[in-house]
């Protein structure tokens, strides 16, 4: 590291983006990787400035102390209420999609205690559902999935119910198209050409989704940082 001298030892920041992602195996080599920063920047007489950077984590503070090597006193908390970026009003709910009607069929089959699991509408059709609704009234939408089969799925469950011409509307985006596809598909989407896009997580990598009105998020996230 004699080679970096000049740079370690005028280093002041160094900034940690999407801190929540660094958890698990993956967490712990970044986090021996920081400590070794701080040894070395120690070594040349510098004590940069840590800023971990998140939005979908319940418990910042703690984590960052185990990912710098730190004691969680001698961190500072920048939440919400003074963070000076633009951002609108959200509205978040929770749908519950119906419970479907007793068969003789599936009372014979399954034997459920009381307050056991109940058979419900499938989420996919329900999300169909929403989401054609909201192209109908022209609110651009993304619509979160977690496997490529489920995006390709909704998307043509969506284009059926909203028929001609809004189908050519719905787009799909997923991993497996070439860059030059996920490019045309995203420059139609923030050219409004889109009005609903169904998307793994591929589209969360670098984009800039711009003035999106709603998000769709199929299935329970595991956790917050998936929501």
């Not at 590291?1 to 999407?18: C, Y």
């Not at 979908?56 to 963070?83: C, F, K, M, S, Y």
């Not at 119906?98 to 307050?115: C, D, I, N, Q, V």
């Amino acid at each position: 590291h004699a080679e970096w001298a000049s740079v370690l030892r005028q280093l002041k920041l160094v900034v940690v983006d999407e801190a929540h992602a660094y958890h698990g195996v993956f967490g712990s080599h970044v986090g021996l990787v920081l400590r070794r920063l701080r040894r070395i920047c120690a070594k040349y007489g510098s004590r940069p400035r840590f800023v971990c950077c998140s939005a979908t984590i319940a418990n910042p503070l703690q984590h960052a102390a185990r990912l710098l090597g730190l004691a969680e006193e001698g961190l500072a908390l920048v939440g919400a209420e003074q963070d000076g970026g633009p951002a609108g009003e959200r509205t978040l709910a929770v749908w519950l999609p119906k419970e479907l009607p007793p068969s003789a069929a599936m009372e014979w089959h399954e034997r459920m205690a009381p307050g056991g699991a109940k058979r419900r509408v499938s989420c996919l059709s329900d999300a169909a559902r929403l989401l054609a609704h909201l192209v109908r009234h022209g609110v651009r939408t993304i619509a979160f999935v977690l496997t490529r089969s489920v995006a390709e799925l909704l998307v043509t469950a969506t284009r059926e119910l909203v028929g001609e011409p809004l189908r050519d509307k719905v787009g799909v985006y997923r991993a497996g198209y070439t860059a030059q596809k996920r490019r045309a598909i995203e420059k139609r989407l923030f050219g409004g050409e889109l009005h609903a896009v169904v998307s793994t997580s591929a589209l969360e990598l670098g984009v800039d989704v711009g003035s999106i009105d709603a998000t769709l998020h199929v299935g329970l996230p595991a956790t917050m940082a998936s929501l």
